[in-house]
């Protein structure tokens, strides 16, 4: 199965309210791509936000966990088209896009995203068409990146209906860390203030159709399992850092 095979397979789990459930790299060793492509998940997302990967680093991280059969996502380090344009062409096959705040700032993205006539990104021979050799495949997965939009403010929280209406978005994701931090209660994530929050954003996606997900941070499978059974369809489980942190803690 190709990018865009995966690509569609994942978008129409989301249509249909399938859960999907990926994970977050931000360790750039390929090695430890390869582990993570091989452990199930349906996509995982390079953070180039938080974490220290660089943009020639790519590559070699998006094919060690297609090696495994995963989606390789890119989250990009700020809402900016050019973070987007590049990474996707470096072979990524959808980004997830932090602080979106706003409909008109999501669809000036969204539109630099695809390659005409969709969008406005730049044509060319780039590592995503193997530098030319595979252009002509390449066209129409150029047209359907996945597009994922971070609500992590609560900015984005009361923009949220029109944001969720800009065409081109497949699902929202919330950032749970800065969405209660954007509240003035870092971290507190059982503080009622917090909850009704989470409860708002799911209902309004539920409401209009939006597949909607969440980060869980900390690897529990109990929590996994509440996420999906409350609604969250776009899902990553853990990141490969908290994986090593609590592999790695020495038994007390």
Known sequence: MDRLERVRT???SLRSGTSVVGSWMQLTDSNVAEIMGRSGYQWVAIDMEHGPVS???????FRALELGGTLPLARVASPLPINCRQALDQGAAGVVIPMISSAAQLQAIINECHWPPRGRR?????????????????VQEAQESLIIAQIEHIDAVNNLESIIAVEGLDAIMVGPYDLSASLGITGEFENKKYLETLSKILSMCAKHKMPC??????PDPKMLEQRISEGYTFIAYGVDTVFLNHGAALPK
């Open 10 to 12: 994942i978008r129409a």
């Open 55 to 61: 943009l020639s680093q790519l590559p070699d991280l």
């Open 122 to 138: 730049g044509v060319g021979f780039q590592r995503a068409n193997v530098f030319g050799k595979f252009f002509d495949a390449y």
């Open 213 to 218: 997900g969440i980060h869980v941070v900390q």
